[in-house]
């Protein structure tokens, strides 16, 4: 089995020409940083009008992430994992970092802290993000609808209409919806793209 270095160095090896003479944390960086520079350009080519929200957030390699998050200042990314999405799932990493764009816009990161259970609000949040990204028309971030999405957008659009944080959280704190934490498990790993560990953080430096 080739290492995740190989399958870089084949089809993709002239995005990784780099000098010997930089440290292997270097090369990780550098790696991390132009594979999400490539998805930036795919997504701007596709989407012209989201130019300054792509150009928003820098980039910076954060070891104590397994896969990649945002803080709204940068996406914060560890390199095996993007490296990993770049070569294998190109689409799911666009539509992560769209995903995470989104996630800025509508600031949730700024806003979870209002809600008490902090798991749940991460859940409606990814299921608003999401939602919007299923409606639109682009290859570059196109996803097959699971059938279990699909039934849980027409339950939720039949009973709010519009979905919103705010009705989602209200909704899924309602007991008498029936929806037991089996379910809301199954929904996070279905709707979950990114880390959002690192909202958390923001709270925990405002409140310093």
Not at 22 to 43: D, F, M, P
Not at 83 to 96: A, M, Y
Request: charged content about 30%.
């Amino acid at each position: 089995m080739r290492t995740l270095w190989e399958s870089l160095q084949g089809p993709y090896k002239w995005l990784f020409s780099m000098s010997d003479d930089i440290s292997y944390r270097e090369k990780l960086e550098n790696i991390g940083k132009q594979v999400l520079e490539a998805s930036r350009t795919e997504l701007y080519v596709a989407m012209r009008f989201m130019g300054e929200a792509l150009s928003a957030l820098s980039y910076e390699m954060d070891l104590s992430t397994t896969t990649v998050g945002t803080d709204a200042v940068s996406i914060r990314y560890n390199p095996t994992y993007v490296s990993s999405l770049f070569v294998e799932e190109p689409g799911k990493l666009n539509r992560t970092y769209l995903h995470m764009i989104l996630h800025c816009i509508f600031r949730h990161m700024y806003t979870s802290a209002r809600y008490e259970d902090v798991d749940l609000f991460d859940l409606c949040a990814d299921i608003v993000v999401e939602s919007i990204l299923d409606g639109m028309d682009y290859q570059c971030i196109y996803r097959i609808t699971s059938d279990f999405r699909e039934s849980w957008y027409k339950r939720l659009e039949k009973e709010l209409k519009v979905l919103t944080v705010e009705k989602l959280y209200k909704f899924f704190s309602d007991e008498g919806k029936g929806i037991d934490i089996l379910e809301i498990e199954k929904l996070s790993r279905e709707f979950k793209m990114d880390d959002h560990s690192f909202w958390q953080r923001l709270y925990i430096t405002k409140k310093r």
